[in-house]
Nanobody, 123 residues
Framework: VQAVESGGGSVQAGGSLRLSCAAS????????MGWFRQAPGKEREGVAA???????RYADSVKGRFTISKDNAKNTVYLQMNSLKPEDTAMYYC??????????????????WGQGTQVTVSS
């Protein structure tokens, strides 16, 4: 299984970005995926997750601003990020696995990770 992110970049506060994560190696579209971020000197934190059934979860810090969605035909999960803030600046990673035990917002729940894509929000 592989996950490949794309779509990072630099944006001013209040702007938007959409991240993509293409998953490969699965036999069908029933898998879980989460988006995580890690800023320098901080722990990796869960941002959003989508389950096998399409259910979604979000960290409180991004609720109402970020939306996770999945295109089964393309085996791709998106993270639409609106109203970006400087504190959203981080390396963003997608992670995937067939099953997760909990909310999908904890790094230990996943075995497969992408390489990361940088998001920088300037004030």
């Amino acid at each position: 299984v592989q996950a490949v992110e794309s779509g990072g970049g630099s944006v001013q506060a209040g702007g938007s970005l959409r991240l993509s994560c293409a998953a490969s190696g699965y036999t069908d579209s029933r898998y879980c995926m989460g988006w995580f971020r890690q800023a320098p000197g901080k722990e990796r934190e869960g941002v959003a997750a989508i389950g096998r059934d399409g259910s979604t979860r979000y960290a409180d810090s991004v609720k109402g601003r970020f939306t996770i969605s999945k295109d089964n035909a393309k085996n791709t999960v998106y993270l639409q990020m609106n109203s970006l803030k400087p504190e959203d600046t981080a390396m963003y990673y997608c992670a995937t696995d067939l099953w997760v035990e909990g909310t999908g917002l904890t790094p230990d729940e996943y075995n497969y990770w992408g390489q990361g894509t940088q998001v920088t929000v300037s004030s």
